[in-house]
């Protein structure tokens, strides 16, 4: 089972940049399709961004698209979130997941403990 560690969230303010981590474990990372999801207070989490297994194809939540952008380095076992133009809503708990490349729902149970990203006005 691949194991994610979250990082490189932390207070923004509107307009600003922030460029989140997911470090994963396991020989496997590379096999995988990767997405990153969020989560509001009060709200459902919800998908984000996605990549695929060789980072050739990417796709995007309409309210992130065009500010934010997916990468991934194989090498690292790592995903990558770059976020520009930071909105107020944009805060939440980001988290990164496998997911079956084309879904907007993670494959896995099994979430890392996530990295909080405030946006302030």
């Known amino acids: 089972q691949v194991q994610l560690v979250e990082s490189g969230g932390g207070l923004a303010q509107a307009g600003g940049s922030l460029r989140l981590s997911c470090a994963a474990s396991?020989?496997?990372?590379?096999?995988?399709?990767m997405g990153w999801f969020r989560q509001a207070p009060g709200k459902e989490r919800e998908f984000v961004a996605a990549?695929?297994?060789?980072?050739?194809?990417?796709y995007y939540a309409d309210s992130v698209k065009g500010r934010f952008t997916i990468s991934r380095d194989n090498a690292k076992n790592t995903v990558y979130l770059q976020m520009n133009s930071l909105k107020p809503e944009d805060t939440a708990v980001y988290y990164c997941?496998?997911?079956?490349?084309?879904?907007?729902?993670?494959?896995?149970?099994?979430w890392g403990q996530g990295t909080q990203v405030t946006v302030s006005s």
């Open positions: 997941n496998s997911v079956s490349y084309g879904a907007t729902h993670s494959s896995s149970d099994y």
């Open positions: 990549i695929s297994w060789r980072g050739s194809g990417k």
């Open positions: 396991g020989r496997t990372f590379a096999s995988y399709a």
